[in-house]
């Protein structure tokens, strides 16, 4: 089995840090990408940052300059460290990660359990 975990989340105020993390672990063949999504109360889950394995990264416009995502790929882990923190910044966290098992020679996306972080004005 694979399993994503990630840790981080809290409450801060406006224009506060936090760093986000998420650590793969299980029968994993490969890691080819590791990203971070978000979804707010009454909103469609969305695109925060992305990483590949060799380290190009995206970004979501509103969170560009802000936001910096990193990779450990020794450890499986993807980091996403949140700065400048707005209240609309407020939502639940998702870590995912393209991920071909030891038992299969398909790629599958990953989900984890996800972390709240709230932004206090």
């Known amino acids: 089995q694979v399993q994503l975990v990630e840790s981080g989340g809290g409450l801060v105020q406006a224009g506060g840090s936090l760093r986000l993390s998420c650590a793969a672990s299980g029968s994993i063949f490969s890691i080819n990408a590791m990203g971070w999504y978000r979804q707010a109360p009454g909103k469609q889950r969305e695109l925060v940052a992305t990483?590949?394995?060799?380290?190009?990264?995206n970004y979501a416009d509103s969170v560009k300059g802000r936001f910096t995502i990193s990779r450990d790929n020794a450890k499986n882990t993807v980091y996403l460290q949140m700065n400048s923190l707005k209240p609309e910044d407020t939502a639940v966290y998702y870590c995912?990660?393209?991920?071909?098992?030891?038992?299969?020679?398909?790629?599958?996306?990953?989900w984890g359990q996800g972390t709240q972080v709230t932004v206090s004005s």
């Open positions: 995912n990660a393209r991920i071909q098992p030891t038992w299969s020679n398909r790629v599958n996306a990953y």
């Open positions: 990483i590949t394995s060799g380290d190009s990264t």
